[in-house]
């Protein structure tokens, strides 16, 4: 069964910082893609960051560019999101996902991913 667990959210002031982690399990993580993405209330899951097997391929949304890296110990089988410099308009709650497409072209799209973490809130007060 695979799980995927959301940690390191939290409430946090603007301009400051936050490092969200997943931890995988029943699934052979290096052969996924990993995504992180989020939802505010009343908005649709948007895309925010994706990194490819070893980290070799990162992607980001043009609103977190800058400030947000994403990272993976395959090892460990986790993923992780620092975000640094968080604006009001990133509070959501911020799901992980797995893609078994390595290199999937459309990774920007949340229904392109199998599985899904429960999500983790963040709030950014100004």
């Known amino acids: 069964q695979v799980q995927l667990v959301e940690s390191g959210g939290g409430l946090v002031q603007a301009e400051g910082s936050l490092r969200l982690s997943c931890a995988a399990s029943?699934?052979?993580?290096?052969?996924?893609?990993m995504g992180w993405f989020r939802q505010a209330p009343g908005m649709q899951r948007e895309f925010v960051a994706s990194?490819?097997?070893?980290?070799?391929?990162?992607d980001y949304a043009d609103s977190v560019k800058g400030r947000f890296t994403i990272s993976r110990d395959n090892a460990k089988k986790m993923v992780f999101l620092q975000m640094n410099s968080l604006k009001p308009e990133d509070t959501a709650v911020y799901y992980c996902?797995?893609?078994?497409?390595?290199?999937?072209?459309?990774?920007?799209?949340?229904?392109?991913?199998?599985?899904w973490g429960q999500g983790t809130q963040v709030t950014v007060s100004s």
């Open positions: 996902a797995a893609d078994a497409n390595l290199y999937n072209p459309t990774y920007y799209l949340w229904d392109e991913y199998e599985y």
């Open positions: 029943g699934l052979t993580f290096s052969s996924y893609a």
């Open positions: 990194v490819r097997w070893r980290g070799s391929r990162t």
